[in-house]
Every structure is written in C-alpha cells, then in structure tokens.
C-alpha cells in the first residue's frame, strides 16, 4: 500500500506559466516532507521542504504547500523554465524507531516544460 | 553537484557473478543510505547506515550484502542476483539522520 501517491505520472505547462504537483499521503506519523526533482542519468536533487508545523515554504520560484487535514501538498513553479522539465519526487519523512528516520517516496511526476 | 559519487554508472552482470557498488561522499555526512529504484516503483530505503553502524535493513535479500568501511565511503556487495534485480541503486548522505538527504548519480544494473 502506498503511503506517499503522486497522482499524475506527467504534466505539461507552458514556458512561464505556474505548474503546479500534487501529492498525497496516508500515514498521520509523517512530519517532514521533500521535494527532490531528477534528471535523466543524473540521481534527485533535493529542492524544497516544509516542516509539519508549517502551511507553507517559499524558496524563490517554488513554494511547496501543505495542507494538513487533507494529508495533501502540492509544489508550485512559477514562472516555469524550460530547464524545469525533470521527474519531480514527493517524499515524506517519519522516525521509524531507534533513532532512525525514514524517508517514503512516491512514484514521481514528469514534468515537461514547452517553450 | 551533491557531494556524493557512485561507481561504477553502470553495471551488466550475470546471475552467477559477484560485484560490488560503491558509494563516496566528500561532505562529511554521518549517515549514508542504499535505495533501489526498479522501473515505475518509488524509490524503496534498502539500508541505512549512522555513523558506520547499520541502523536498518528493510527485510532486504541476502545476496545484497552493505559493508560501510568509514563515514565516508559504502559499499553494496551483490552476488547470484535476480534478473528482477535490475534497477536504478541510489546512495545518498545526510548530515545526521534526520537531515535532508543528498543522492548520488546511482548505478544502473542489469542482471541477465
């Protein structure tokens, strides 16, 4: 059973326009969420981040938001680059016992960038 | 650049062969992790290590053997693999264990 779902395998936005991913989760116990964007051949990157304290985290052109009660945050790029076009990856973190953290992630979302 | 390197890129063995990953990170982190990435999957923790000592397995086969010599380099032994096997194998490096984690470039495997 999948604890962290991207919805959308891929998205399609117009160079400048906003793109806006979207992820859910199920597990309650999560209580720090990343988001990692991959490019072919090369390994994630970390982007963005938000704590479970906060609703929202702005970092230049991304801003990830998070929305609590409905297990549900999203990652908004605007304006979109052509350079934006890559696997975008939601991940949640929880303790998992021990002193030990666990990072689970979703399947990704391609996002594709047009000029 | 993350900090963390991955040899070799890529790797083609057969079922009956031994070979090994390996993992560098130049950042200082103390904790350093094995996922796999197989094809339309999340990425899936296999071990994790906390300044060089294993702190999880998740119920990972045997013939994946983790060896973490220092806090700077890890190591995954593979031997008589699967073809199923085949996948994406990411290292990553975090500060301590519940900071953010940077990924190398990952290894990719096939198992004929």
């Known amino acids: 059973d999948q604890q962290v779902k991207q919805n959308s395998p891929s998205l399609s936005v117009q160079e400048g326009r906003i793109s806006i991913l979207n992820c859910d989760y199920t597990n309650s116990m999560f209580d720090y969420f990343l988001w990692y964007k991959k490019y072919p051949a090369e390994g994630p990157t970390f982007l963005i981040s938000?704590?479970?304290?906060?609703d929202k985290n702005e970092d230049g052109r991304f801003t990830v938001f998070l929305n609590k009660s409905a297990k549900h945050l999203s990652l908004h790029i605007v304006p979109s680059q052509p350079g934006d076009s890559a696997v975008y990856f939601c991940?949640?973190?929880?303790?998992?016992?021990?002193?030990?953290?666990?990072?689970?992630f979703g399947k990704g979302t391609k996002l594709s960038v047009i000029p | 650049e993350t900090g963390v390197t991955q040899t070799p890129r890529h790797l083609v063995m057969g079922m009956t062969n031994k070979k090994s990953l390996k993992c560098e990170q130049h950042l200082g982190h103390n904790a350093m992790y094995w996922y796999k990435q197989s094809a339309k999957k999340p990425l899936e923790l296999m071990f994790v290590y906390n300044f060089k000592e294993q702190t999880e397995n998740n119920s990972v086969p045997s013939r994946f053997s983790p060896e973490c010599p220092n806090s700077s380099h890890l190591f995954l032994h593979l031997h008589t693999l699967q073809p199923e096997d085949s996948a994406l194998y990411l290292c990553?490096?975090?500060?301590?264990?519940?900071?953010?984690?940077?990924f190398g470039p990952g290894t990719r495997l096939l198992v004929l």
């Open positions: 991940a949640a973190s929880s303790y998992s016992g021990a002193g030990s953290y666990q990072l689970t």
């Open positions: 990553a490096g975090s500060q301590d264990l519940q900071e953010t984690q940077y």
């Open positions: 938000i704590s479970s304290i906060k």
